[in-house]
């Protein structure tokens, strides 16, 4: 199981701003911390606001803040909202399809590893919070 991009950045922007709860953060600065396009993550960041997983405040001194608290955020849920589909091979145009076992094999698969992320919220993730923060902090010279 391959997630995408967009997932990948989803996740990470969950995390950065759930690691610094006491602020609002900038797309900008979130960019720079993972030295990703800023174009990409203003797509995601609008997407996860819509979604409620995220809470914006425009002007000089907005920012972005998580929607939610970080315990009520599940990794399935959010991994299933950022997913497009889920079809791990293509059976619908394959010819043995209707007598394959690996169709049924392989749905089993993915309801097991979603249900493994459903098991996980972001307060999981963010255990070490001051540890995650404290690596995007500037390195001295």
């Known amino acids: 199981m391959r997630l995408t991009r967009y997932t990948d950045y989803a996740m990470r922007v969950l995390l950065y701003v759930g690691a ?3 602020r609002l953060c900038s797309i900008a600065e ?3 911390a993972y030295g990703i396009s800023q174009n990409h993550l203003m797509k995601v960041v609008h997407d996860l606001g819509k979604a409620g997983y995220l809470a914006s405040a425009r002007g000089r001194f907005g920012g972005i803040k998580l929607g939610r608290a970080p315990e009520d955020i599940i990794v399935g849920a ?3 909202h950022t997913e497009d589909g889920f079809d791990l091979v293509d059976c619908g145009t394959c010819i043995i399809a209707p007598a394959c076992g690996l ?3 392989l749905r089993e698969a993915l309801a097991a590893f979603l249900a493994v ?3 996980y919220t972001l307060a999981d993730l963010l ?3 001051s540890e995650i923060a404290n690596l995007f ?3 001295a010279a």
């Open 127 to 129: 255990a070490k919070r």
């Open 20 to 22: 610094r709860p006491e």
């Open 78 to 80: 959010v991994v299933r």
């Open 117 to 119: 992320l459903d098991g």
């Open 137 to 139: 902090a500037p390195k």
């Open 30 to 32: 979130i960019s720079r």
């Open 103 to 105: 169709t049924g094999a």
